[in-house]
């Protein structure tokens, strides 16, 4: 039995906290918190659950550690409770946690991948393999460089090996994860990107069935990676890019790397490829000095772009960032931004398309699960958890799709 785990932010997040699992078999007595730092809302409620439980059992061990530990491990470790602090690297090292003190270096140079791989995920029954760490790009308004320091890839050979393991341990479904992925290789010029790695991935494990890719960067999605998303079925006819939003001048201000009118291109492009592919994008709203006008150019892109899925928050404060020290727009104007933008999200619609096609569902319970465009799925009866099932679809709503296995 190992430790408690609560765990905060990314899939990344979520691929360390088994690492941990693993890490921490022999330590039932523990309550490890995985911090994330992408928002002011996801280190509260981290602080929340901290505080909680320092309540709830006095006396036991609280380690700490993730993005918003490795930021400013101080401050964490002075909260009620805790007893341990570690950073982003430490945590995934054995002897870290032979041992009582606290750890935390300087992530910059630490390894793309943890020394052991993870062969299970608890309660999930689709499973994320780890393929690099970091990003070298500096938006001005995130605070995750500092967390995880620059792009260092994972060797390709680890990447089968992990992947290979998941597959034998009877996962169907992997999902290709880090915190910049369409930068794969990028660290090694002339090596494979991260088109080429999930060709050979594909290649080596023919039984897989269903291959997935967490958030991309619409500015550096490779030409090996098209062609893949082209002809390739076992990927999935589903992409969630890292938009931010859909006007030139903020985009410009939070130093991406792409215009409104590169996003358009980039989703003609793969609806061109894959017809009826579900697109979802990653949304700020509210971001410094967004105009009224500025605003109403991000909605009307969503309008016309019409995403089912659209991951939206209200911009957050992260200190030390550029953006941190911009003209601030109002929290409750933000708040009510994002509420328009998520309004705008054309699932109901797409949903509604679906009605008497025949889909494969990944069964998550006996009753639920997704299906090849991400679409949730009500099963009308039991399937077993874990495995890839026909069925066909019998209603929709604006929350999903009901289907009956075939």
């Given amino acids: 039995m190992s430790a408690e785990i609560l765990t905060f932010g990314c899939r990344l997040n979520a691929y360390e906290s088994e690492v941990i ?32 439980a320092a309540r709830a059992r006095p006396g ?37 946690w032979a041992g009582e003190a606290d750890a935390v270096a300087d992530i910059m140079t630490a390894p793309a991948a943890p020394a052991r791989p993870v062969t299970e995920f608890a309660g999930r029954a689709r499973a994320f393999v780890q393929v690099q760490q970091g990003c070298d790009h500096r938006c001005t308004f995130c605070a995750i460089p500092f967390g995880r320091g620059p792009n260092r890839s994972v060797p390709p050979a680890e990447v089968l090996a992990q992947a290979r393991s998941l597959l034998d341990a009877g996962f169907r479904e992997l999902v290709l994860t880090g915190v910049d992925i369409a930068s794969y290789g990028a660290d090694h010029p002339g090596g494979p990107r991260l088109g080429d790695l999930a060709r050979q991935l594909l290649a080596a494990l023919p039984d897989l069935p269903r291959l997935r890719f967490s958030s991309l960067d619409p500015a550096a999605i490779d030409p090996a990676l098209w062609r893949l998303l082209a002809e390739e079925p076992r990927v999935m006819p589903h992409l969630h890019l890292s938009l931010q939003a859909g006007s030139d001048l903020i985009l410009k201000r939070m130093k991406r790397r792409h215009g409104a009118r590169d996003a358009v291109g980039v989703i003609a492009r793969a609806r061109d490829l894959r017809p009826g592919i579900a697109i979802g994008a990653d949304l700020i709203a509210g971001f410094p000095t967004e105009t009224d006008a500025l605003f109403a150019e991000t909605r009307d892109f969503l309008a016309a772009a019409a995403l089912p899925y659209l991951h939206v928050f209200p911009y957050s404060e992260r200190p030390g960032t550029p953006a941190a020290r911009m003209p601030v727009v109002p929290v409750a104007t933000r708040r009510a931004r994002a509420a328009a933008l998520r309004a705008l999200a054309a699932a109901p619609a797409f949903f509604a398309a679906m009605a008497g096609s025949r889909i494969a569902v990944l069964a998550e319970t006996a009753e639920a699960g997704h299906s090849e465009h991400f679409a949730p799925v009500r099963l009308t ?26």
């Fill in 381 to 406: 009866a039991p399937a077993t958890p874990g495995q890839v099932i026909a069925a066909r679809v019998t209603a929709t709503d604006e929350a999903g799709v009901s289907a009956t296995p075939i």
């Fill in 60 to 96: 036991r061990p609280i380690v700490l550690t993730g993005c918003a530990v490795q930021r400013d491990p101080a401050a964490w470790r002075a909260l009620e409770g805790v007893t341990r602090v570690l950073g982003n690297a430490e945590k995934l090292r054995p002897d870290s």
């Fill in 21 to 52: 699992r693993g890490l921490t078999a022999a330590r039932p007595d523990l309550l490890v918190v995985n911090t994330c730092a992408v928002t002011a809302e996801a280190e509260r409620q981290a602080r929340q659950a901290i505080r909680r």
